[in-house]
């Protein structure tokens, strides 16, 4: 079932934003894809966006978008729900895009406006009324990083927002403003007509929940869903003590590691990680750079001072032979 309704249905908990594995030749890893999606589904941790900023998808060709969508269907085998980045800068691309989500099974689809430009509110809204009327798939709007500067009149009046609302398939706000006021003012304006997910970590959602925001994109649950889940379960049972120590403890010295090394290298941060643990992470595509290489032993030592990473069994050092 993939009409709108069921996508409202899921944005809810956890919502992992999966890499984009490569291959050292920078290939398609798609072995390393089903991998990753398997250890998901393994954890219950979804559902799953493929395709969106931490995919990597600026840097994938049409049918490599495409591709991933369909080989992440398959692997999940229903075990958990897909929702297919189908950003564009072009309407019918993200159109065709959405549509090829909806004939390979998965769940939603992930749009942010265009990020080249649009013709102010109207030119928006036709954005994605274009895309509601030539599919029946749910739409999640992604107000990501990039596009942030582009929709200031929403951020700063969040009841414009309304002109997008209206559109049946538009379900869901992931918002990744970093505006808490926004984000707040969005959770509770609209809760009961779109999903508004925070994509700032569990000190994001510790705050979130609050207002109305029924999820948000794992951060550190990419490598260690476990951790999260455990901060999760803690909010449910109203344990909100056990919720802010998760948060003090483990996520903002995870978030801190990733600023250590000036805040641009957060997906190559998730990859080496996911090295780390012996999961599929790789190199980054271009224009995008790998974690630093001198840096990484710094982004251990910090993962095994929090205990998510075990600490390295040091050789003893052999004596001179006399």
């Known amino acids: 079932?993939?009409?709108?309704?069921?996508l409202?249905?899921?944005?809810?908990?956890?919502?992992?934003?999966?890499?984009?594995p490569f291959n050292k030749d920078l290939s398609l890893d798609l072995g390393g894809m089903r991998a990753l999606v398997d250890f998901y589904c393994q954890e219950r941790v979804g559902p799953l966006i493929i395709g969106g900023s931490t995919g990597e998808f600026h840097a994938l060709t049409i049918a490599e978008r495409?591709?991933?969508?369909?080989?992440?269907?398959?692997q999940a085998r229903g075990r958990l729900p897909i929702i297919a980045g189908c950003a564009h800068s072009g309407t019918q691309i993200a159109l065709d895009l959405v549509r090829h989500a909806a004939r390979a099974g998965a769940v939603g689809a992930?749009?942010?406006?265009?990020?080249?430009?649009?013709?102010?509110?109207?030119?928006?809204?036709?954005?994605?009324?274009?895309?509601?009327d030539g599919c029946g798939l749910g739409v999640l709007v992604y107000f990501s990083t990039p596009v942030v500067p582009m929709v200031q009149d929403i951020i700063a009046n969040p009841a414009l927002f309304e002109t997008l609302a209206r559109i049946p398939n538009i379900v869901g706000l992931k918002d990744s403003t970093g505006n808490y006021g926004f984000y707040r003012d969005m959770s509770l304006r609209f809760k009961n007509r779109v999903a508004v997910i925070g994509s700032g970590g569990m000190g994001c959602y510790l705050w979130g929940v609050d207002f109305g925001?029924?999820?948000?994109?794992?951060?550190?649950?990419?490598?260690?869903?476990?951790?999260?889940?455990?901060?999760?379960?803690?909010?449910?049972r109203g344990r909100r003590a056990q919720a802010l120590r998760f948060v003090i403890e483990k996520d903002r010295p995870y978030l801190d590691a990733w600023r250590a090394v000036g805040g641009r290298f957060y997906f190559a941060m998730v990859k080496a990680l996911l090295d780390m643990v012996g999961l599929p992470g790789g190199p980054m595509r271009?224009?995008?750079?790998?974690?630093?290489?001198?840096?990484?032993?710094?982004?251990?030592?910090?993962?095994?001072?929090?205990?998510?990473?075990?600490?390295?069994?040091r050789r003893p050092k052999r004596g001179r032979a006399r």
């Open 1 to 6: 079932m993939n009409r709108p309704s069921a």
């Open 8 to 20: 409202f249905k899921i944005l809810r908990g956890l919502i992992v934003a999966v890499t984009t």
């Open 66 to 74: 495409q591709r991933i969508v369909e080989v992440a269907v398959e």
């Open 110 to 132: 992930m749009v942010t406006p265009p990020y080249y430009g649009f013709a102010g509110l109207e030119g928006l809204r036709r954005h994605y009324q274009i895309i509601n």
């Open 213 to 236: 925001s029924p999820g948000v994109l794992t951060g550190l649950g990419n490598i260690w869903p476990r951790e999260e889940m455990n901060f999760m379960d803690a909010l449910r």
């Open 286 to 313: 271009p224009p995008l750079l790998d974690w630093p290489k001198e840096k990484k032993p710094m982004l251990r030592a910090a993962m095994e001072r929090i205990g998510l990473l075990a600490p390295r069994r």
